[in-house]
């Protein structure tokens, strides 16, 4: 389980992909309450490394996630 908040923002890219580019995952959240959280349920994916993107105010972030 991934577990994404913020207050600073307006808008959320997330999207998470695994080691070959390929996007398993893809949301845009729109903020309409000044808080956002968002919970990705990671139990599905298979074992293996993935790459978590969170984009926002024109910045990303990229964090590798190793699914055992």
């Known amino acids: 389980q991934i577990n ?3 207050t600073q ?3 959320i890219q997330i ?3 695994n080691m070959s580019g390929q996007i398993l995952f893809e ?3 729109i903020n309409s309450n000044s ?3 968002e919970t990705i349920k990671f139990g ?3 074992k293996g490394v993935y790459l978590l ?3 926002m105010d024109n910045s990303i972030t ?3 996630i190793v699914k055992n």
């Open 44 to 46: 599905d994916y298979p």
């Open 53 to 55: 993107y969170v984009e």
């Open 35 to 37: 808080q956002i959280n």
């Open 27 to 29: 949301k845009r959240i």
């Open 9 to 11: 923002v307006d808008e």
């Open 62 to 64: 990229v964090n590798k």
């Open 15 to 17: 999207r998470i992909t």
């Open 4 to 6: 994404i908040t913020n």
